[in-house]
DNA sequence: TAAGTCTTCGTAAACGTTACCGATAGGTGA
DNA sequence: TCACCTATCGGTAACGTTTACGAAGACTTA
């Protein structure tokens, strides 16, 4: 029924469907404008409006610009829900993040919007704090949008995947980034972990350290991992020893941090180098270094990962690895976007965005 | 048509509206389990389907907790999308800020998302850069997916406000935050900026700094003029001369702040200390400073707004006024729902987040 | 002028869900 | 036995949009 007509009507035998509808007028002014609005009010039907905004052929330039005209004095915007609600996209994509706060998803998402915008379409973001639990119920309440793909960076607790994995095989586009998981073979965006740690650790030991310590994350995290197989490639190229006691597992947290500091201190040979995967962990280091009275960076050298402001002004400056976080997420939506624009190419595709090694002082044993 | 069977059937004569249509079979694997999917399975009708689903009455305990069960088993979730389709919302907010990247919005995001989630509403992000352009695409974008309410910070460009000044009187709930409008009388979520700024000139004055400059932001902006005036008005209070080379208007640059603290030293008389509205332009100063040798805070304090960790690592460290960014995200959140909820008592409505000095060492002159 | 072609527009199905109304079956009361 | 009630379930309109199809008019061609 369309404003008091009869919506389904038999033509062989006159029969309406649908009874008469006492029209109560709701004084209340609606947000949006519909083609129905502007159907009715140009006396054309909603098909002519629906082609006319949509500059489809079979339509007079007349009537086109007329209902362009309207539709612009009544700023009418499509109601993107009931047309992705029709084709079956929603143009949007989703986003599972650890934590909005940290700089370098911050800069991520930054990344994704961009791309998004670009390509005409809407992000929706959800942080799990690091909780699994989190995780899933963010995943599924991104699935019950119907989101048209995911980007996914895992939380820390995060060891099974058995849901994003039954995503996958149904079909949905998704890309990893980060924070990845090796067990579903969606695409990845991998950063130079690797490469990144073996630079920084070689950096060190040019530098005349001969001790280096690493202050690593959680075991399980891929990052922990390759980081650690880079610093141990470094040592071993080297020919430098590789200390069990000079490798820290540890959450990210200051409070781990400075103990490990400590606990380094106590042993026969304290390291003289410390890589703290986290840079927020460096400098955490480097101000306790500076209560302790060890010299940074003539007694002690410190990198880490990730160059956020903070790295620049912390005295002294810390070398780092910079991953370029903006770039991690341009990449991983233009990916995505690849992912669903055709389906049928799903093989893996990892990509490989290249990081920096910036020198400062605090690694400058020599100067 | 569903499934092979017409749809619309005139039982008075037995017309069928649709034709028969060729079952197509589309191997491809859906994402999505809908509620006619379970109700093929169980034979019986979506209607029952959906009051199962939904706790609803009118059905048997038996039917209900079979099509329960099955709805599990299948990982039935319902799309979000049609239902809001549906009843007209979409469970979803939208907000507009200037940059993703910087802490305060990072933070500010963080306490929307919690509180948007324990309200069961997703949250589409956009960020205009700063750009009035930009800023009025996304609200249209956001409008086009009828978000059901909006959650503002401008960019320091937007001085028309025409396009919201429209939707709020539309009917469109929606909450200001940080960057206000004042020509709109939407609820607005109040920062103690003058208290702040007052606070802090105050506390330098305390500390025996005599001549006090500040480095304020865009004049259009409310923040600009709010701390402008909490400086003023600290002044007056205690008897101290109001000179307006002691007042600039600057961009947040750091090419801007750096130039206003070579402009301030070629007075006659420089100022002793410097109230930068931004951290960031705090930082800046005082790193600046330390190049040119100029002792802090002894020769000249220096304090600032917002408390990042980075307030905390500078050398000496930054007095500040902090103020608690995801306080403010729960409160413009929940103020927001607050609207969505009863439509009716849209009265306008302020809120205040209340904020904190923390004083350090870059203005503690007395030690 | 009859038949064919092209232009322009209307009709209604489809997407997934909810809600209203009606239908059916079984039970209960007189 | 018949009317009435209740519990349970089915049918389908509606939300806003796109699109396949068909219809009607205008125009062209033989």
Redesign the interface.
């Known amino acids: 029924m369309i404003r008091g007509k009869v919506r389904?009507h038999?033509k062989?035998?006159d029969?309406h469907?649908t009874q008469e509808h006492t029209e109560k007028a709701s004084p209340?002014?609606?947000?949006?404008t519909t083609i129905k609005d502007i159907a009715q009010i140009m006396g054309v039907s909603i098909a002519t409006v629906s082609r006319a905004l949509n500059n489809k052929a079979d339509i007079s330039p007349k009537t086109r610009d007329a209902i362009q005209k309207l539709a612009l004095e009544l700023?009418y915007?499509?109601?993107?829900?009931?047309k992705?609600?029709q084709r079956g996209e929603?143009k949007?994509i989703g986003v599972v993040i650890p934590?909005?706060?940290r700089?370098f998803f911050?800069?991520v998402?930054?990344g994704i919007?961009e791309v998004a915008n670009e390509h005409g379409y809407?992000?929706?973001?959800?942080?799990s704090n690091e909780s699994y639990e989190t995780e899933v119920t963010n995943i599924?309440?991104?699935?019950?949008?119907?989101v048209d793909g995911l980007l996914i960076s895992h939380s820390k607790e995060t060891t099974r995947f058995n849901q994003i994995k039954?995503?996958f095989?149904?079909?949905?586009p998704m890309v990893h980034f980060d924070r990845i998981c090796s067990e579903v073979e969606t695409p990845k965006i991998r950063q130079e972990d690797f490469e990144g740690a073996f630079q920084l650790v070689e950096h060190l030991i040019q530098q005349g350290y001969q001790r280096i310590a690493i202050l690593a994350g959680p075991p399980e995290l891929l990052i922990s991992q390759k980081r650690k197989e880079g610093y141990i490639s470094a040592l071993e190229k080297h020919d430098l020893p590789i200390k069990p006691e000079y490798m820290v597992h540890g959450d990210f947290s200051k409070e781990f941090a400075l103990a490990s500091v400590d606990a380094w201190q106590q042993l026969p040979e304290p390291p003289d180098a410390i890589f703290a995967i986290h840079y927020?962990n460096a400098?955490e280091i480097i101000?306790y270094a500076k209560e302790l009275g060890i010299e940074i960076p003539q007694k002690l050298g410190i990198v880490g990962f990730g160059d956020e402001?903070?790295a620049e002004?912390?005295?002294p400056a810390l070398t780092v690895f910079h991953l370029f976080p903006q770039k991690v997420g341009e990449v991983a939506a233009a990916l995505l976007f690849d992912v669903i624009s055709n389906k049928e190419a799903r093989q893996q595709k990892d990509v490989l965005v290249q990081g920096q090694l910036i020198i400062r002082k605090s690694s400058l044993k020599k100067g």
Chains 1, 2 share one sequence.
């Not at 809407?122 to 942080?127: A, E, G, L, N």
């Not at 599924?140 to 119907?146: E, F, T, V």
């Open positions: 389904f038999c062989s035998c029969y469907f209340q002014k609606q947000v949006h700023d915007n499509p109601n993107l829900f009931a992705g609600f929603t949007t934590n909005i706060k700089p911050a800069g998402l930054s919007q809407r992000v929706m973001i959800c942080q599924q309440g991104l699935l019950a949008s119907h039954n995503l095989e149904k079909g949905l927020l400098v101000q402001y903070l002004i912390v005295e």
